[in-house]
C-alpha cells in the first residue's frame, strides 16, 4: 500500500514557474514509476511525466510539456517532484501523482497502470 500526498500548487503568473512535491508512505517507494497527470475541468486526465522505477530512472514527457517540466525523485525522502517552468494559462489543472509498480515506457502514459493516486494539487496559470 502506498499513501501519497501532493504539495506545490497555486497561482502563477503564465512565464512563471512552480514545483510540486508529492510524499509517498511505504519503505519500497524506489521500486515504484512514479509519474503526473493532470485534468483540466470538462477534459479527460492527461499524461504528464513519468520516471521509471528501474532503467536509470528514464523519463516519458508529455507532448505539450516537453522542453518545460521535468521530474525528479529522490528516494531517500520518498519524494518525487514536477519542476515547471515557462508556464501557460492551458497548464491550469488539477495535477495529480501516482504511483505504479512494474509500469514501464511502453505504457507509462496510461492512467490505468498506476495503481495509486494522490488527492491532487490545483495549479493556475494566468494570463
Known amino acids: 500500500q502506498v499513501h501519497l500526498v501532493e504539495s506545490g500548487g497555486g497561482l502563477v503568473q503564465a512565464g512563471g514557474s512552480l514545483r510540486l512535491s508529492c510524499a509517498a508512505s511505504?519503505?519500497?517507494?524506489?521500486?515504484?514509476?512514479m509519474g503526473w497527470f493532470r485534468q483540466a475541468p470538462g477534459k479527460e486526465r492527461e499524461f504528464v511525466i513519468a520516471?521509471?522505477?528501474?532503467?536509470?530512472?528514464?523519463?516519458s514527457y508529455g507532448d505539450a510539456v516537453k522542453g518545460r517540466f521535468t521530474i525528479s525523485r529522490d528516494n531517500a525522502k520518498n519524494t518525487v517532484y514536477l519542476q515547471m517552468n515557462s508556464l501557460k494559462p492551458e497548464d491550469t489543472a488539477v495535477y495529480y501523482c501516482a504511483a505504479g509498480l512494474g509500469v514501464h515506457h511502453g505504457i507509462v502514459t496510461a492512467y490505468s497502470a498506476y495503481e495509486y493516486w494522490g488527492q491532487g494539487t490545483q495549479v493556475t496559470v494566468s494570463s
Open positions: 511505504g519503505d519500497t517507494f524506489n521500486t515504484y514509476t
Open positions: 520516471i521509471i522505477s528501474w532503467n536509470g530512472g528514464r523519463i
